[in-house]
């Protein structure tokens, strides 16, 4: 029997499986060259440097909890470091000022703009994978203007498939592109990706700019990233 076991385990890991493993594993960080550093020490110390590549990740939470903060960070660390990367926009949300703003280098920025049909967005999606060369990819997939163009009356994300995400798991599977999937609630994670859960520090501390209440804007608001990672096989708060 341990003979079997041994074998399988040898198996697993040949193919990148090994994170599915129940055995106890002790958690390393990952190489360098094997993940996609957000700049955000929260979440890339829990992760071991960053998010995975050749893996799904997500960034999940309600509106103005830090989603688009996050994914510019990401974008911004992956185009200094002389990668090209891409986003798919499926409700052309992104704002190309204020990206530039966070660091962005828009001439490495391949921006796929979509009004709200999800299921181009992800035909998009996959031809920019299946090209290969990104170092990020990302799939903006929250706070649709109206219920998203093909998902029915009920305008769900999870009326896609999990075969969906499967498949585009494997298209990536052992390349040097990490994908990360963007959304109100929990959308899909390989194996190998990781949840980022961005959640309201309690009661939502913003803070402002400006020197009286007439003209004053909000600047940020406090939030606490959970990473929750299949391959820590823990979660982190």
């Known amino acids: 029997m341990a003979t079997a076991r041994a074998v399988l385990e040898s198996l697993l890991r040949e193919r990148q499986l090994d994170v599915t493993l129940t055995t106890a594993r002790p958690w390393m960080a990952e ?60 409700s052309d949300r992104f704002d190309p000022a204020t990206a530039a703003d966070a660091g962005v280098d828009l001439s490495r920025v391949l921006w796929v703009r979509e009004r709200g049909d999800a299921t181009r967005a992800l035909k998009a999606t996959n031809l920019v994978l299946q090209a290969g060369g990104f170092g ?51 959308i899909f994670r390989s194996a190998g990706g990781a949840t980022i859960a961005l959640e309201a520090s309690g009661a939502v501390r913003g803070t402002w700019h400006g020197e009286n209440d007439r003209s004053r804007f909000l600047r940020s608001l406090d939030v606490e990233p959970r990473v929750i990672s299949a391959s820590a096989r823990r979660s982190i708060g």
């Open 136 to 186: 990020l990819v990302a799939f903006d997939l929250a706070d649709p203007p109206s219920p998203l163009r093909g998902f029915g009356a009920a305008g769900s994300i999870r009326q896609f498939p999990t075969t969906t995400w499967m498949r585009i798991s494997r298209v990536v599977e052992g390349s040097q592109t990490a994908v990360v999937l963007l959304g109100a609630d929990h």
């Open 31 to 90: 190489p360098e060259d094997r993940v996609a550093a957000t700049g955000i020490s929260a979440i890339d110390g829990p992760l071991g440097g960053g998010l995975r590549r050749g893996h799904l990740s997500e960034i999940v939470g309600p509106q103005s909890s830090g989603r688009t903060t996050v994914l510019c960070q990401a974008l911004a660390g992956a185009t200094a470091r002389g990668e090209v990367v891409a986003l798919i926009d499926t």
